[in-house]
């Protein structure tokens, strides 16, 4: 219980953090870093999908609100979620996958390291393409896709190293 | 019957992933800028309280950049107050020049007729004009004073400051800390220190968000200063310093460096406020019209305290352009 609440403080302090700082870093007028990705992707695979999903729908809807962006995080985080058990299967087997938690500790790194890699990929070739929907200029989107993918990844990488919640959630 | 019910459960998860999917795309279709709600917008309350916390925090990082640019605007007004005081001078003087020269007529013209003796109030008359006061002259400067009144009149500013400000999609919005309390409106002029920024859309309670000139949804009319001629001016979504004039006929004359300044016809900006100045000429898909590349002289990466417009006759304006559309 104790570490359930942690994990919700943990995640207000990372969504305020998305908001208020990454949000408006763009390094170069390119890259953002999208550190909240790691609240949904930390959720345990124990957790029902249709749970998971909703979180992700309400923490992409909550981005949106404070960067007047609506629809852009939701869809992306919502498509992050649903897509999260399926990609997590392709890297352990289904008997594993209830015990384990995601995270460097639960999984191993190289098996976490593909997952991350796989789910933020994903993740920031859809929210950009979103965004550019009627607007197509290919090689900005490239730019914008592989610069917001290193940050995002080598930031959750930072932060799981932290170590900040217990290994099993 | 059993069938059908195994199947939804099986694939509820995603028949969930499809219902949210749907909300989201429906957001995003809908998600017109001068038609967000404020619930769902940086100007509710909540949002706006958090914005406001941390700009009073981060708010101090750039305080020193801000004083820079204050003391560079005060410098340059103090100068234009300079050049403006002797242009008055050099204007009363004539003034009073031209006025001796009708009372003098007057004075000749009834001591011409009347030709017995000076009426007692040319005396005072004349002593007035020697001491440098000035007389009513009707129509010697009425239409100049008349059209500095509409200026004066017609517009008011509020002071706002921008509590968050992006630049990094393409459709950036900034958000203040004003809102329907302090008598801002939709569609209302944002300048900052150096050239304009947007306009007011949403206006909640306390905060309000407006469209930045970084947005791609966003058109403004502006024009070549020396030239009058005027264009489309557009954000292109890739460098927060570049924007484009678009639709420019192509037998307007215009050199690199020339200023670009508001063109007055839509009802959010009075005409002549500084927007940039032209850079290059830019790539063109149509060959019917020029199109240019703008240096903005805002500066959207760091905008601190910026002035709200308010148009006291822009309802008129938008009601009879509303009319006229009809």
């Known amino acids: 219980m104790n570490n359930v609440i942690k994990y919700i403080l943990i995640s207000i302090v990372i969504l305020l953090l998305q908001v208020l700082v990454l949000n408006n870093l763009n390094i170069k007028g390119y890259a953002i870093p999208f550190l909240y990705l790691w609240i949904i992707l930390r959720l345990p695979a124990s957790m029902s999908r249709i749970l998971t999903i909703t979180i992700g729908f309400l923490i992409g809807l909550t981005v949106d609100i404070f960067s007047n962006t609506l629809g852009m995080h939701a869809m992306a985080t919502t498509l992050f979620a649903y897509l999260k058990d399926p990609v997590t299967l392709l890297y352990i087997p289904k008997e594993d996958i209830k015990n384990s938690a995601i995270s460097i500790a639960g999984l191993g790194i190289a098996v976490y390291l593909k997952l991350l890699l796989t789910m933020v990929l994903i993740f920031c070739i859809s929210i950009y393409i979103i965004e550019a929907?009627?607007?197509v200029n290919v090689f900005i989107l490239l730019i914008k896709i592989f610069t917001s993918f290193l940050s995002t990844f080598i930031l959750i990488l930072a932060f799981d190293k932290l170590n900040l919640v217990n290994k099993n959630i | 019957m059993r069938k059908l019910l195994q199947f939804l459960i099986k694939r509820f998860?995603?028949?969930?992933?499809?219902l949210y999917a749907v909300i989201s795309i429906v957001l995003l279709v809908r998600n017109n800028p001068y038609h967000q709600s404020v619930y769902f917008s940086s100007s509710n309350n909540f949002v706006g309280s958090i914005y406001s916390f941390s700009s009073n925090v981060f708010g101090y990082f750039g305080l020193r950049e801000v004083n820079q640019t204050l003391l560079a605007r005060t410098g340059q007004l103090e100068q234009q107050l300079q050049a403006l005081r002797e242009q008055l001078r050099a204007n009363e003087y004539e003034l009073i020049e031209t006025k001796n020269q009708i009372y003098r007529e007057k004075i000749k013209s009834k001591s011409q007729e009347k030709a017995v003796k000076p009426k007692p109030n040319v005396n005072i008359l004349q002593g007035a004009l020697i001491m440098?006061?000035?007389?009513?002259?009707?129509?010697a400067d009425s239409l100049e004073n008349k059209e500095n009144e509409i200026w004066e009149t017609q517009y008011e500013f509020i002071m706002a400051q921008v509590i968050n400000n992006n630049i990094s999609h393409y459709e950036n919005y900034i958000t203040l800390n004003k809102g329907e309390r302090d008598g801002i409106k939709p569609l209302?002029?944002?300048i900052g220190h150096n050239g304009i920024v947007g306009i007011v859309t949403t206006v909640g309670p306390k905060y309000s968000v407006a469209i930045s000139l970084l947005n791609t949804k966003l058109r403004l009319s502006?024009?070549?200063?020396?030239?009058?001629?005027?264009?489309?001016?557009?954000?292109?979504g890739n460098d927060s310093r570049y924007a484009v004039l678009e639709e420019l006929p192509l037998h307007v004359h215009f050199e690199i460096g020339d200023t670009i300044v508001t063109s007055g016809y839509s009802a959010a900006f009075p005409p002549g406020l500084m927007i940039g100045t032209v850079e290059d000429v830019a790539d063109n898909k149509n060959d019917n019209?020029?199109?240019?590349?703008?240096?903005?002289a805002a500066e959207f990466a760091r905008l601190s305290d910026v002035q709200v417009i308010v148009n006291k006759e822009q309802e008129e304006q938008l009601e009879i352009e509303g009319k006229a559309k009809k």
Not at chain 2, 132 to 139: I, K, L, N, Q, R
Not at chain 2, 290 to 296: E, G, H, N, T
């Open chain 2, 289 to 296: 019209f020029y199109a240019l590349k703008i240096r903005l």
């Open chain 2, 188 to 190: 209302m002029g944002i």
């Open chain 1, 133 to 135: 929907f009627s607007f």
């Open chain 2, 13 to 18: 998860p995603f028949l969930i992933f499809l």
């Open chain 2, 222 to 236: 502006a024009k070549i200063k020396e030239s009058e001629y005027f264009g489309s001016l557009v954000w292109k």
């Open chain 2, 132 to 139: 440098g006061e000035t007389m009513p002259v009707p129509g």
